[in-house]
């Protein structure tokens, strides 16, 4: 690790190691106000006045984990072609075959132009696999 960030840093100077962070200070900043907000929203609209109160009934936790894992995987997946601009971006940094010039721009337009509308959800169901979990968490602060 070490290695790599030393070989970065030579190569490109210190603010190669940054490269990236701006799409994924954006990407998180836009997938927690879409994940808290949506379900916020969601409980507000779907359930009933007196459901918006949580009880420990088995049906109500269930419909909150429901309404929960669904929110999660709306912001998941709106945010996630950011989330692959990041990834490859951080990738690029160190390496002798420069991909996307570290610019943000650059990395859209080569991702389009190579691999279409598709590139930018490579392994999707695979993430979204682990973020069943997710909604759990949302439930979990209602308790």
Do not use: N
Not at 25 to 37: E, N, R, T
Request: net charge positive; glycine share 10%.
């Amino acid at each position: 690790m070490k290695a790599a960030w030393l070989q970065a840093v030579r190569s490109e100077g210190l603010l190669a190691c940054y490269q990236g962070f701006g799409v994924a200070v954006i990407s998180m900043a836009a997938y927690k106000a879409l994940y808290f907000g949506l379900y916020d929203t969601a409980k507000t609209v779907l359930l009933p006045e007196e459901g918006r109160h949580l009880q420990l009934t088995p049906s109500d936790i269930l419909k909150r984990t429901g309404l929960a894992a669904f929110t999660t995987y709306i912001a998941a997946s709106t945010t996630y072609p950011l989330d692959i601009i990041r990834k490859r971006l951080i990738v690029d940094v160190g390496s002798d075959h420069k991909q996307y010039q570290g610019s943000f721009r650059h990395a859209v337009s080569c991702i389009y132009a190579r691999e279409g509308v598709r590139g930018f959800y490579r392994f999707y169901g695979f993430d979204m696999f682990f973020r069943m979990g997710g909604g759990l968490l949302l439930v979990g602060y209602d308790l």
